[in-house]
């Protein structure tokens, strides 16, 4: 998709179809009333028919314009006359792209950054409607014979006006950069677990470093995890034919000594619960499992492309959890790499048991701050629903700072608490602790368990459990928190140079 700004007079525009907005009680938005009068009135004739009233996310499509070179126009609702939310903003967005499936339209001309959004500016509703028509046109076509989409465009051109093409300019490219890391998570999601294997996943991630100036790749392998004596991760991959990885990425965009955000997403490329089986109902979606590696690796080509003046690791331990003849025994205990010991009382909890070793692994980078990304517990969704991404962690800056970059960027998490009474959970009669806190209060317990691997460090955990993809019939990865997440390291970058 080619993305631009055009800033010419709309009459003088040829294109597809250009998309504008109508508020509540047909009032028109300003480039739908300039369109009305070079039209000889032609909007308000079809407004005044009653088919839109301008409610938020409503749409018509009209398909045949008077004189002009513009082809089509997409009246869009918008609301209430007065500045939109955000998430109306996105709402509205929405609603365009999605009426524009199943048409031949291949340019089009969107005229929505003209929308007043209450506390927002032109660079974010530029990059905003970048990322919502790149995130909405996506299709994952790799395993199907037949690749056509059911979006045809091409070319989407942002109006803004001369003054404005600046910011909005700035906005398109952290918003293009933005929505390549977003696809990049969603097609690895996507991909099924005979072919996104740690091993694949570990050469896509070299392909990246290859792409991206500034960043370095390696490939940790079971060996040199034995050494580093990671024994809790590599209890998990024994149970699989596939080894385990730990992909390392080292984003080097900032000052030289300045120290680095540690960014950790759990890899498990299939999930089947070890020989605590999972039941079979929707066990497929547990290729799912490494939603946060994915993250890691989108928001890496993101920021690489926007060149954020930061230092940023990415640590995804990779592996699969299947039940095998060598695969850890409920009761089994292992020796993390901190020297903890654990009971794994359920194998299916297997996704703390590579992020402990791992955050360990992250101390020898003196962090900055560790955000772990993790589909860690079915509970989270119990907790939360797919609206909110769990968050949880030892610093209320870190927190505070995540909330609100997932406020502004429409990905929104919610903290749960992590107080001391909740690491009870974890006793274990024969170990330093379990690794499964039961049913109540699992994604809690859960983030206790990784908290006794983050005392070292300002540390966040984002459970997207519930969040990272979707069930039914729209089945598909999200791509979330990569929004969450470009946007506190913009926010975090601002800080520096600013
Ligand atoms: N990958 C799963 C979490 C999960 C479950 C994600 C369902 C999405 C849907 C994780 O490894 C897991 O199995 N967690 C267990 C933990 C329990 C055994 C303590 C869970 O949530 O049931
Ligand atoms: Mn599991
Ligand atoms: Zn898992």
């Known amino acids: 998709m080619d993305y631009s700004i055009e800033t010419a007079p709309l009459e003088e525009l040829q294109c597809d179809c250009i998309i504008v907005g109508v508020y509540q009680d047909r009032q028109l938005s300003p480039s739908a009333t300039a369109l009305n009068s070079s039209t000889g009135g032609f909007i308000n ?198 080894p385990a990885k730990l992909i390392t990425l080292d984003y080097q965009g900032g000052e030289k000594n300045a120290k680095p955000i540690v960014l950790i997403g759990k890899g498990l490329t299939f999930d089947a619960g070890g020989i605590s089986l999972k039941q079979a109902q929707g066990m497929d979606e547990m290729k799912y499992d490494m939603c946060g590696g994915a993250t890691v690796l989108g928001i890496l080509l993101a920021v690489a492309q926007m060149q ?84 949880l962690g030892n610093d209320d800056i870190l927190c505070n700072e995540l909330t609100a970059a997932g406020e502004i960027a429409n990905d929104n998490a919610w903290r749960l608490p992590l107080w001391e009474e909740y690491q009870e959970l974890l006793k274990s009669n024969f170990a330093d602790m379990t690794n499964s806190g039961g049913r109540e209060a699992g994604t809690i317990s859960a983030a206790c368990f990784l908290s006794r691997f983050a005392e070292k460090f300002r540390w966040a955990h984002l459970d997207i459990a519930a969040t990272a993809w979707r069930s039914g019939p729209t089945k598909g990865a999200t791509g979330r928190p990569v929004l969450l997440l470009s946007q506190y390291l913009i926010n975090r970058a601002q800080n520096i140079s600013g």
């Open 308 to 391: 954020l003046p930061l230092n940023i690791i990415g640590l995804i331990p990779s592996s699969e959890n299947m039940p095998d003849g060598d695969a850890n025994k409920p009761g089994d205990i292992v020796t993390s790499m901190s020297g903890k010991t654990i009971e794994v009382l359920n194998t299916d909890a297997e996704g703390r048991l590579l992020l402990c070793d791992t955050l360990t692994y992250a101390e020898r980078y003196s962090p900055e701050v560790v955000i772990d990304i993790a589909t860690l517990t079915g509970a989270v969704g119990v907790a939360l629903g797919n609206v909110a991404i769990g968050l």
């Open 45 to 242: 004739t079809i407004v005044s028919r009653g088919d839109l009233a301008g409610k938020n996310g409503e749409t018509v499509l009209i398909n045949a314009v008077p004189g002009g070179t513009i082809e089509r126009i997409l009246l869009v609702g918008l609301g209430e006359n007065k500045p939109l939310s955000g998430k109306n903003y996105k709402k509205a967005l929405l609603a365009a792209v999605n009426s524009l499936k199943k048409t031949q339209i291949k340019s089009v001309v969107c005229c929505l950054a003209e929308c007043d959004v209450t506390d927002r500016d032109m660079q974010w509703k530029s990059r905003h409607i970048v990322e919502v028509f790149n995130d909405a046109a996506y299709q994952f076509t790799y395993t199907k014979s037949d690749k056509e989409t059911e979006i045809k465009i091409e070319k989407i051109s942002i109006a803004a006006t001369e003054t404005e093409r600046t910011a909005a300019n700035f906005g398109l490219l952290q918003g293009k950069a933005i929505a390549e890391g977003m696809v990049l998570t969603k097609h690895l999601g996507d991909l099924p677990g005979n072919i996104c294997t740690p091993a694949y996943l570990a050469e896509q991630a070299i392909e990246l470093g290859k792409k991206c100036a500034g960043l370095t790749v390696k490939v940790l392998e079971e060996s040199d995890m034995t050494a580093l004596g990671m024994g809790a991760l590599l209890s998990v991959s024994r149970g699989s034919r596939q």
